[in-house]
């Protein structure tokens, strides 16, 4: 997304209103072009995200020599069956999802594979994946545990792996490549972490069992198609909510959202600190519970935040730093260090960027203090080329005095395309510009 400037004109002004979905959960959407492509079939997709992170996903899978139809943006009809060898790198650009469930299906392949991505995804760390995958026989070879991967073909045995972090991403790669081994792979999470694979490989007819925090796989028979309906993403919903909930008068509902209990520690949190947040579940979609969530202005008291919902809501805490900066007391979070390792280290940058609105906030290694009843003024901010800083900053420039500007905005579009767009509906005072026309 680096290559287009654009940038938000952000001001506090009338309440939230109105009803709107958001966009495909971004997980799903990674999982369904790659588990679509090992399927024996023809998978339909509709609900899909369009985003700069799924995208990069899409184009790996088309460049493995798959077709996939493309009906509209969000619409598609993937042709699985056998992957060939690429002629070039990979280009996972800014998707960590993207490389690392890919290598976890690349090490399984006949054939020899790169997989790479942008400046920024080179920073972050592919030992946590390389360490297992090269326990089951995987041949990896990368500078400093960071990308490029290189992939040679090799045979896979089945491990027993103790996860050390709960990551679904490094759980992925380990099962993807299970499917491809002799014998049994076995997983523990050290607690849970979001369940997408398992439930669509599921669904797909995989030798896959799940026992709390043990999952099992087998090398079985053909997967199958599938049909299905992405639902919203809780983690785009979530800088919806927050919004709603500090802007005073706010009323506003988001139909489709993704309710997997995995994804919603950011709705319990909030709620136990006063948010006046009302979850339907409306039924299933793509194996999932979805429903609406109707967010009401509340005022907030601060909360200590540790242990299993961290992981809940592990991508919401830039955005929660914001809500911590309007809670009465100070809110506490711990054992949050994996902030420090996605797109950017996100405590460090998320403060940095707050105190430019005049927030005060305490780092520590593994989270933050923030005392709560801070007054923000409008500053100019930056997205950092991570969708969530940038978006957290729009939230947050609505609940500051004056103008705010959040520049390198385009990154939004990584997991929530169309996010200015949503948020004006919902009657936010956010201008969407190129300093072009500006
Ligand atoms: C994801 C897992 C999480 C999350 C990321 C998406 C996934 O990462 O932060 O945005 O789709 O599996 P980790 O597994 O590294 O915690």
């Known amino acids: 997304m680096a290559n287009i400037d654009k940038r938000w004109r952000v001001r506090a002004g009338a309440p939230l209103q109105g009803t709107t979905p958001v966009p495909g959960d971004k997980s799903l959407s990674h999982r369904a072009v790659m ?41 598609l009809t993937i042709h699985g069956g056998a992957l060939h060898k690429p002629d070039s790198p990979l ?6 999802t993207g ?12 054939f020899a594979s790169v997989l790479d991505g ?86 797909m007819g995989a030798d896959l069992q799940v026992e709390g925090n043990v999952t099992r796989v087998r090398a079985g028979g053909l997967l199958k198609p599938f049909d299905t309906t992405v639902p919203g993403d809780a983690s785009s919903a979530a800088f919806v909510i927050v919004a709603a909930t500090l802007v ?12 997997n209990e995995t994804r919603t520690g950011i709705i319990d949190v909030l709620q136990g600190m006063g948010a006046d947040i009302t979850v339907t579940e409306t039924g299933l979609e793509a194996g999932e519970p979805v429903g609406t969530v109707r967010i009401k202005h509340a ?15 592990i991508d919401e805490f830039p955005v929660f ?37 005049g927030a005060q906030v305490t780092e520590t290694s593994d989270g933050f203090r923030i005392v709560g009843g801070q007054t923000l003024t409008g500053a100019v901010t930056d997205g950092h080329d991570d969708h969530r800083i940038a978006m957290s900053m729009a939230v947050a420039g609505l609940v500051a005095s004056g103008e705010t500007t959040v520049l390198d905005a385009a990154c939004a579009a990584d997991s929530f395309p169309g996010f200015a767009k949503i948020m004006a509906h919902l009657k936010a005072d956010i201008t969407e510009y190129e300093p072009e026309a500006s």
Request: proline residues 4%; aromatic residues 2%.
């Open 299 to 313: 005022k907030l008291k601060a909360a200590e935040v540790g242990g299993e919902v961290v992981v809940r809501m």
């Open 118 to 203: 942008s400046t920024q995804l080179r920073r972050r760390p592919m030992k946590r994946i390389i360490e297992p995958l090269t326990r089951m026989g995987a041949n990896i070879a990368a500078v400093e545990g960071k990308a490029p991967l290189t992939i040679t073909p090799a045979a896979l045995k089945g491990i027993h792996y103790e996860m050390p972090m709960a990551s679904a991403q490094v759980k992925s790669a380990v099962l993807l490549a299970g499917l491809f081994a002799e014998g049994e792979t076995v997983v523990t999470q050290p607690g849970p972490a979001r369940d997408h694979t398992e439930r669509m490989l599921t669904a």
């Open 321 to 357: 730093m914001v809500a911590a900066l309007h809670a009465e007391g100070e809110t506490v979070v711990r054992d949050a260090e994996e902030l420090r390792v996605k797109e950017t280290d996100r405590i460090a940058v998320m403060a940095g960027e707050l105190r430019k609105l």
């Open 91 to 96: 280009d996972l650009v800014n998707a960590g």
């Open 35 to 75: 588990f679509g492509a090992l399927a024996h079939g023809v998978s339909h997709v509709r609900g899909w995200l369009a985003a700069g992170d799924t995208e990069a996903s899409l184009a790996s899978i088309r460049r493995l020599g798959v077709k996939i139809d493309r009906h509209d943006l969000n619409t």
């Open 248 to 259: 005073p008068g706010s009323d506003v509902t988001l139909t489709g959202v993704n309710l």
């Open 99 to 110: 490389i690392r469930l890919l290598a976890g299906i690349m090490v399984g392949q006949p």
